[in-house]
């Protein structure tokens, strides 16, 4: 079935559901390519790092006005696309179009809720269930969720991951030979990358309160760099009322859902990277009401677990 990706795009720009049959698709278009992705992209600024959206969808189309629209700005997103928000389905679809319409100008990580186990209970397997009438789509995303690359490495000096640091894991190299394409598991070194916090309090690493991956204290943050030769950290995964984040002078957390769940009031944030390595924290609020469809009573009435660690 041939696709119009560009149709696709301005359809969900207006904030429209795809057909079933076209998620699908466009799932296994977007395996074929990834498959052969390494699991560590190297990328080059000028580039745009995102922390977290969480299907909050007219805030990620504010986060395009501010940042800049795809392909005219290059993308890294950190992961965690899904679950909280209202329209989870149509903000993943859309990322999903523009990679495979720009497949070199935007870099999609995975994220620990790019996950089947934590859709079921944060709220993305509900709204696939409720908008299709059945679990294909949620089915076909998490597959694809399955393929998607987990660590970024900018102008060999920023080390990009949706979490944090193992303790199986001294370098970069080591990340590149796991196997990457299956459920993130409940322990080990991929569920830490996806999992794992700093601390500022400790050192070395401490077991989480998340039940799952580590914190870990700036000396293992230096170790790291000083073993892969690289001078910063760029995660997300934790949520930061002023948008971003530094730890240790060599960590930044990056967070991208302003007014997360529609009721925290914080603001949000991107990285910008220019090719001469500036570095800009660029903050922005929600998308203004007056920009935003309604959603109906039971989507806005939803009530999904607390989880704010």
């Known amino acids: 079935m041939s696709i119009d990706i560009d149709k696709c795009i301005e359809k969900l720009m207006r904030c429209e559901l795809l057909g079933e049959v076209a998620v699908n698709n466009l799932c296994n278009r977007l395996k074929e390519h990834l498959i052969s992705q390494s699991n560590v992209q190297q990328i080059q600024s000028p580039v745009t790092i995102v922390g977290d959206v969480h ?8 986060l395009f006005r501010v940042g800049g629209s795809c392909p005219n700005t290059n993308y890294l997103f950190l992961g965690d696309y899904v679950d909280r928000g209202y329209y989870c389905v149509e903000t993943i679809s859309l990322l999903i179009c523009l990679k495979l319409r720009w497949p070199n100008r935007i870099t999609l990580l995975r994220g620990n809720h790019e996950s089947r186990e934590i859709t079921q209970v944060y709220g993305f397997y509900a709204e696939c269930l409720r908008k299709y009438g059945s679990v294909n789509v949620w089915k076909s995303l998490t597959d694809l969720f399955d393929f998607f690359t987990i660590a970024a ?8 991951v949706h979490g ?6 001294e370098t970069i190299d080591q990340i590149r030979v796991l196997d990457r394409f299956k459920e993130v598991p409940h322990e080990g070194p991929l569920a830490d990358m996806m999992w794992s916090d700093p601390d500022q309090d400790r050192e070395g690493f401490q077991p989480s309160q998340r039940g799952a991956g580590y914190t870990f204290g700036g000396d293992i943050v230096n170790k790291f760099l000083t073993e892969n030769n690289c001078k910063h950290i760029v ?8 948008g971003y984040q530094i730890f240790f002078d060599s960590l930044s957390t990056i967070w991208s859902a302003p007014n997360y769940c529609y009721r925290c009031g914080n603001v949000a944030a991107i990285l910008e990277i220019s ?3 500036d570095h800009h924290y660029n903050t922005f609020s929600a998308a203004p009401d007056l920009l935003r469809n309604k959603p109906n009573a039971n989507e806005a009435s ?3 677990p607390d989880y704010f660690l």
Do not use: N, T, W
């Open 55 to 62: 299907g909050q969808f007219y805030d990620l189309k504010e």
């Open 153 to 160: 490495v900018v102008d060999d000096s920023i080390f990009c």
């Open 164 to 169: 944090g640091l193992s303790p199986s894991l």
């Open 235 to 242: 995660r997300a995964h934790q949520l930061c009322m002023d």
């Open 275 to 277: 090719d001469s390595f």
């Open 302 to 304: 939803k009530e999904i």
